[in-house]
């Protein structure tokens, strides 16, 4: 009687832990398969990321990099290289400035010069003008060589009825007849 009972209770006990084991079943069942996905995710992971560094790895220096890198190298030759033309340039400039400088002054004597000619050649003609004032005073006065005769005696003989003036400020004397007037300019003197 005793054996049977302690059997039924051995049963019991059996039964229980089928039934536990039967109810854990299915939660071990789906832990097992999340681990696992997660592992599979982990290794896929891994996977990628040595996949990422080996192709950062093995890739070729872009053109950008290469170019770069090459310019560095370069750059001391190319700065000197500027410097050398900034200072060609600043001593072309400065030639340049020192030929405009040459030409405006030759421009300048030349005026000068076109100017002292004009002035000569208006000089020139107030001489003839006087000249001939002399000879019509003369001729009107019945006077003969080494008459005097003095600048406004001859206002009525000119053109105009005016004295003529020099235009470079020379004094003019009339000087007697016979005899040329002159300028007190040099140059300025009939041929
Ligand atoms: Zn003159």
Known sequence: ???KAASAWIWLAVL???AAT???LPVRQRQRELLASAIGQARELETVRAEIERARLELPPTAEVRQLRLENAALPKLRNEVRQLRERREQQARETLQQLANARERL???KQELNDLQTRAVCIKNLEEIDSAKHQWAAVNQESSGARVMMDQLAGFFPNGTVPVCAAGGHYSVNRIGAPPVC???GHALP
């Open 22 to 24: 039967a109810l854990l």
């Open 184 to 186: 007190s300019v040099s």
């Open 1 to 3: 009687m005793k054996t």
């Open 16 to 18: 229980l832990l089928a």
């Open 108 to 110: 300048l004597s030349e």
